[in-house]
């Protein structure tokens, strides 16, 4: 995996074994999984290559598909009826909207910043809005059904994830739809469903731009594999428990985490660490 793997085979194990960890535990909690994966290259000086990266996103997402069950045999077997076909629809229209803005960043050659002060501002940012958020709801009637406004501002809310590390794509859109009034458990699940087709979407364009250009030759597979089915496992497990968990609790605990990790950053940046 070019850079991943020019160390030995004993240190290559270590990272991918901790990078799966870390990916499956933050892909869908709303804290960053890519600003914790930059944060984790750094600690451990050993750069993941963005194919590497991207394919263990893919399996961590592929992961939790079984926790939908309820809502994919309604696509499956209740796609006549109209509720399924505005949900699917307003899905749809998000993953577009954030599918369309990403190329349009592709095309325009935008990379993510690779550097670790941008990541804290964003953890802070995001754990300070989701602390003032979760006190303004407090006690304000939650809609359990998906508007267009909703589908929208969740799109974009993807996007801006998508320009800034450390935002968290599930962290933006479930803020954003906390906003518009719905439940914690409704957004969880609606940002959640369009996550899955945008990241599996760019994780396959990504893995065919590679391999067309002759871009994987260096790429140790067998880490890949390893490294995903250990983000696709924890995944599971985490998603499994948060989404029980945001049906009786507020998202207060997130943003606390999300300060915390933002100060040790800042700490780690001040000490001359990263």
Known sequence: MGRLFSGGMSDTLAVTVIAGIVEGITEFLPVSSTGHLLVTEKLLHRPLSELFNIVIQSGAVLAVLPLFRGRLEQFAFQWRERATQLYAAKLALAFIIT????LILKKAGWKLPEEALPVAWALLIGGVAF?????WIKGRPRAMEVTWQVAVAVGLAQLLAAIFPGTSRSGASILAALILGMGR???TEFSFLVGIPTMLAAGGYEIFHKMHHGG????GWRMVLLGTVISAAVSFVVVKWLLGYVRTHTFTIFGWYRILAAALIFG???AGVF
């Open 185 to 187: 458990a409704e957004a």
């Open 131 to 135: 602390i003032g958020i979760e006190a």
């Open 268 to 270: 780690l940046l001040f």
């Open 216 to 219: 994987t030759p260096d790429e």
């Open 99 to 102: 599918g369309i803005g990403g």
